[in-house]
T-cell receptor, first 116, second 113 residues
Framework: GAGVSQSPSNKVTEKGKDVELRCDPI?????LYWYRQRLGQGLEFLIYFQGNSAPDKSGLPSDRFSAERTGESVSTLTIQRTQQEDSAVYLC??????????????FGEGSRLTVL | AQSVTQLDSQVPVFEEAPVELRCNYSSSVSVYLFWYVQYPNQGLQLLLK??????LVKGINGFEAEFNKSQTSFHLRKPSVHISDTAEYFCAVIKTSGSRLTFGEGTQLTVNP
């Protein structure tokens, strides 16, 4: 498609379950980002991919969170043993990474996670 | 590390009134600056950006922003707002050598008839 696609758009899960969130970036975008947006708060950086490697994963809040990217395309964010504080909208974005184009991110509509 | 402060969490205005959404940043190195907008139930989209050159930058939908290096500010303005401008607006900064965009906490602009 033309834009960044995320699935599922909504996910309700029980505390302690694992969840997987998927992101399909814009074709040709080498950089891919995951951000978290809690209700009423700003965007919190989680992890950045350049190609299939993650040079910056300093934003992952705990070892329950992991992410991977394959084929310089699709990325999956996995949250194990979900907690109620994980409830948020998880946003994926992609971009080119050459010079001033860095920072011009194209966002998906997000995956809203609710942990009961 | 760089940081962004958006001074107003909520800005209510009447239709056709002017508006200014304030953004201050902190960084020890050169940065690029951005404003993103998030309309209800949509993803974020780029409104405008400052990379270099003229400190007054124009974006989509009649918005503009002015980069003020001495005051480390990048305030967003529109001379006359419409109901359709109701949205959350995010200021963001990235080091010119960096790869991570840091966002402010957002300003909810509500335009009332």
């Amino acid at each position: 498609g033309a834009g960044v696609s995320q699935s599922p758009s909504n996910k309700v899960t029980e505390k302690g379950k694992d969840v997987e969130l998927r992101c399909d970036p814009i074709s040709g975008h080498t950089a891919l980002y995951w951000y978290r947006q809690r209700l009423g708060q700003g965007l919190e950086f989680l992890i950045y991919f350049q190609g299939n490697s993650a040079p910056d994963k300093s934003g992952l809040p705990s070892d329950r969170f992991s992410a991977e990217r394959t084929g310089e395309s699709v990325s999956t964010l996995t949250i194990q043993r979900t907690q109620q504080e994980d409830s948020a909208v998880y946003l994926c974005a992609s971009s080119f990474t050459q010079g001033p184009l860095t920072g011009e991110l194209f966002f998906g509509e997000g995956s809203r996670l609710t942990v009961l | 590390a760089q940081s962004v402060t958006q001074l107003d969490s909520q800005v209510p205005v009447f239709e056709e009134a002017p508006v200014e959404l304030r953004c201050n940043y902190s960084s020890s190195v050169s940065v690029y600056l951005f404003w993103y907008v998030q309309y209800p139930n949509q993803g974020l989209q780029l409104l405008l950006k400052y990379l270099s050159g003229s400190t007054l930058v124009k974006g989509i939908n009649g918005f503009e922003a002015e980069f003020n290096k001495s005051q480390t500010s990048f305030h967003l303005r529109k001379p006359s707002v419409h109901i359709s401008d109701t949205a959350e607006y995010f200021c963001a900064v990235i080091k010119t050598s960096g790869s991570r965009l840091t966002f402010g906490e957002g300003t909810q602009l509500t335009v009332n008839p």
